[in-house]
């Protein structure tokens, strides 16, 4: 995609959307910024970039890990090791609350006119950093369903479609026979609730699928939560859906697959990436759109909510059901591979800010916009886990997985090309996607073969059934 003309009158949802990002250019130009973060991560550069991009300079990071002048483009940088503070990524957003006063004095040396803009994580949750306003910042009471032992009240307003549950404290005499009532053959999933942060990316779940796995899985859950929701086990492709709240209304993206795959021996189910080639039935797909604009605007109109979430769930051929609500702006779009000029981090910070010419632009154009290129130019983003020990050298190689329908004949197989290193694997190009699109099947096989990982994805699942 291009930026429509200059001086014409954009005609088509793209152009329209495209004046966007002459409009954060023109508010970015020449501005200075302090990034704060707490880690080195894709994300993070992901946003620097666009910030460069769009003019701004990233005068300086604060970061919670160490990172080297130069990193994110940046001239300073302030390490919490340098100076005996060691804090835990979960930690790291409540620290800049209330920075110490020799962060705020290498500031004021720095910018003395306290002229610089704060950038934090998605978490950041203080609209003010050292005197200093933080754009684009996290509003806490947000963060009341992230929780995935709250959020079932949210679904049942919005009459979205969820599993059957029971909340209870983690060390609650009744929960073997909560786990009894709600098992339907395949087991129940344990999610812990946010008493201790909210959890992302597999963190907090537990598939228990007999009665005698639950003492474990309750073992891990002690002393990191306070209770849990158990919810019966629902099959399908595990994926996300991204929505935005505009003042306009509820934009609604493409569905896409998360890479969830499960390790059979702890019942711990691991995050592995994300995927946009994976297409859901579509009158399938356009009731997960309908519910999603439904879930936006019950957050506009309870937590007057403004900029993207996403709403995890499993898919089958003919249904969905949905398991958990982020209320931040997460990973798995792939925007960037369609239209890689878009700056969509900066974009969601200033409609969180209700900025105008952002927050009021018309939702149509932006879901047209974004779904064209997501579906125009599909990507996936897959990393998965390996036994440590497992691998000593970094390594790349290909080989040959079943693709069909229920794993395939030989004669149907991918060749799946890789990275295998240290702790990872990551899946660097598969010839061509199975029939519905999805990776998890393929990264799996791929990973055994190679590690001998023992891990099991949706399909694997499937055929045991």
């Not at 508010?27 to 080195?40: F, K, M, Q, Y």
């Not at 900025?355 to 879901?367: H, K, P, Q, S, T």
């Amino acid at each position: 995609m291009t930026d429509s003309a200059v001086g014409a009158h954009p005609t088509t949802a793209a152009e329209r959307a495209s004046a966007v990002t002459d409009r954060l250019r023109a508010h970015w130009a020449g501005r200075e910024v302090v990034l704060l973060v707490n880690r080195d991560d894709g994300a993070t550069r992901a946003l620097a970039g666009e910030l460069r991009a769009c003019g701004a300079v990233v005068a300086a990071v604060v970061a919670g890990d160490r990172c080297a002048p130069g990193d994110f483009g940046a001239r300073h940088v302030w390490n919490c090791a340098d100076h005996g503070i060691t804090l835990p990524r979960s930690r790291f957003d409540a620290w800049l609350r209330e920075p110490p006063a020799e962060l705020a004095d290498w500031l004021d040396r720095l910018d003395p006119g306290r002229t610089w803009t704060a950038l934090g994580t998605t978490y950041t949750d203080t609209g003010e950093f050292c005197g200093r306003p933080v754009h684009g910042w996290w509003r806490r009471d947000w963060a009341h369903w992230e929780d995935k032992t709250e959020v079932d009240a949210l679904w049942e307003r919005a009459g979205t479609p969820a599993p059957p549950y029971e909340v209870l404290a983690v060390d609650s005499p009744g929960l073997a026979d909560a786990v009894a009532r709600l098992d339907r053959g395949r087991g129940v999933v344990l999610a812990a609730d946010a008493t201790r942060g909210a959890l992302g990316s597999s963190k907090g779940l537990r598939w228990v699928r007999r009665p005698e796995e639950l003492g474990a899985a309750l073992d891990d859950f002690r002393g990191s939560t306070d209770r849990l929701r158990v919810a019966t086990f629902m099959p399908g492709v595990p994926f996300s859906v991204l929505g935005m709240v505009l003042d306009s209304g509820v934009a609604a993206f493409e569905p896409f697959e998360i890479i969830t795959l499960r390790d059979p021996v702890d019942a711990r189910l691991v995050y592995g990436g994300t995927s946009t080639w994976w297409r859901a039935d579509p009158r399938v797909r356009e009731r997960i759109r309908h519910h999603t604009r439904l879930v936006g605007e019950r957050l506009a109109a309870e937590a007057d909510y403004r900029g993207m979430f996403s709403i995890d769930g499993l898919a089958t051929a003919d249904d969905f059901a949905v398991t958990e609500l982020n209320p931040r702006h997460v990973s798995g779009l792939t925007l960037w591979a369609g239209w890689p000029e878009f700056p969509a981090r900066l974009f969601n910070r200033a409609v969180q800010e209700r900025m105008a010419g952002f927050v009021d632009v018309d939702w149509r154009d932006i879901e047209e916009s974004f779904s064209d290129a997501i579906r125009r130019s599909p990507a996936y983003m897959v990393k998965l886990p390996v036994a440590e020990g497992a691998v000593k050298t970094p390594v790349t190689g290909i080989v040959r997985v079943p693709g069909g329908p229920q794993g395939g004949p030989e004669a149907d197989e991918r060749t799946l090309r890789y990275a295998l290193e240290p702790g990872a694997l990551r899946v660097l190009d598969v010839d061509r996607p199975r029939q519905d699109g999805a990776i998890a099947p393929l990264a799996a096989e791929a990973v055994n073969r190679l590690c001998s990982a023992g891990l099991v994805s949706f399909l694997d699942d499937e055929r045991a059934h």
